[in-house]
């Protein structure tokens, strides 16, 4: 553990280490314990500072908590070489701040895996998890990766008022969310595409948080990440196998649980894999309103996309063409760029009798309105005029 600044600094660390010895789990009370016996040589400022300084240390985010805490940084990675990168919006900047050596990289990987519930050593190099407070953890260990641990953060930042918080950054025009308003309020099915990191889940947060509260949702996740602002939200997460190698759970199951659970609509996180095949065969079955994210690089990728993904489940290209046919009908694509994230059209799927086709409908940057126009307009009722 790092020492504490301050004159008794030392002192504490090796107390803590002489707890955790002793078998005892680091916790509340006993940051507590180590910080008061330390009060009579640090005084009472030293002693509350020695304290936060302990919690973050052993108990939370180390050197990372103050970063982590910003409102506006999204992401937060740390590289073997212990140097930090924050992302707040226009991009990945680097923070003047450096781990000490790859051995401390490592100690808060290992962790921040614990804190997640889960296990990362030279058995299991990788983690993805879920932190307190809701910060999704990816931590990969050498030799999977050059140099030291390196760690991927991810913080899910809540949008109280659901689209009218996204506008007011400059995400969308007035024109745009209307008709994003009417995909959610007529019970379109619909998918955000985008590549990695560009306001996908943001904005599928955004738009579930506009569905009548009367609804109840049922949202599953391989990692919890969306953070929505509804009053009757029920959440899956997937798991990983323990150290047997035996239990894991993944979305495949999940899905399937998710049906049995009367959602008015089922919210796919991430659509990444075999769980495809029943969520099409859902949105085929009566859930309308369905919706997830899934990455593409441009809106006409995504039926190719789910052809790859139904792959994976064992579906031919036939079969997942005409059931994608009348499972999804919009994809609102993101991109980000130096101006910020934002949402760059607005797209139709469109059976033409041998395959599905996306056409676009709006240039949510220029406004104007491509081949898919029409048919966007009579999905939304009008609502684009």
């Known amino acids: 553990m790092t020492p504490v600044d301050g004159g008794g600094g030392v002192a504490q ?56 805490h910003d409102e506006t940084v999204t992401d937060v990675l740390v590289n073997g070489d212990g140097s930090v990168w924050a992302d707040r919006g226009a991009g990945l900047e680097r923070w003047p701040l450096d781990l000490p050596d790859p051995a401390a990289a490592r100690r808060l990987a290992v962790r921040l895996a614990g804190l997640a519930g889960r296990r990362l050593d030279e058995s299991q190099p990788w983690v993805d998890g879920l ?30 008022d659901g689209l009218a918080s996204l506008a007011g ?46 609804e109840r949702l049922v949202v599953v996740e391989d990692v919890r990440e ?11 997460q997937g798991r990983g196998a323990n150290v047997e190698g035996h239990g894991a759970v993944g979305l495949v199951d999940l899905v399937r649980q998710a049906l049995r659970m009367r959602p008015d609509r089922l919210v796919v996180g991430e659509v990444r894999g075999p769980e495809v095949r029943e969520m099409l065969a859902a ?8 919706c997830g994210t899934l990455h593409a690089n441009a809106p006409a990728d995504v039926p190719s996309r789910f052809d790859a993904l139904g792959a994976l489940a064992g579906l031919p290209r036939d079969a997942v063409q005409r059931q994608l046919a009348s499972a999804l009908q919009v994809v609102v694509h993101v991109e980000r760029g130096p101006a910020g994230r934002r949402v760059s059209s607005v797209s139709v799927l469109r059976w033409t009798g041998a395959e599905v086709v996306s056409e676009v409908a709006v240039d949510a940057v220029t406004g104007s309105r491509g ?12 609502a684009g005029r």
Request: glycine share 14%; with cysteine; net charge neutral.
């Open 131 to 160: 932190l307190p407070g809701g910060l999704r953890l990816h931590a990969i260990l050498p030799p999977l990766v050059d140099g030291g641990a390196h760690v991927s953060l991810r913080a899910a930042r809540a949008r109280a």
């Open 283 to 290: 949105l085929n079955t009566g859930h309308e309103g369905g």
């Open 169 to 214: 950054t400059g995400m969308f025009t007035p024109a745009v969310e209307r008709l994003l308003r009417a995909v959610v309020d007529r019970r379109l099915s619909y998918v955000v595409t985008g590549g990695t990191g560009c306001g996908k889940t943001t904005l599928l947060a955004a738009m579930l948080a506009e569905v009548p509260a009367a």
């Open 226 to 236: 969306l953070c929505i602002a509804h009053p009757h939200v029920v959440r899956l």
């Open 13 to 68: 660390a090796d107390r803590i280490a002489a707890r955790i010895r002793r078998g005892e789990s680091p916790d509340e009370d006993g940051v507590e314990a180590v910080a008061t016996t330390g009060a009579v040589h640090l005084g009472f400022d030293g002693a509350r500072a020695a304290r936060q300084a302990l919690a973050a240390e052993v108990l939370g985010l180390g050197p990372l908590e103050g970063l982590v």
């Open 371 to 382: 081949p898919g126009w029409p048919l966007l307009d009579h999905l939304a009722g009008g």
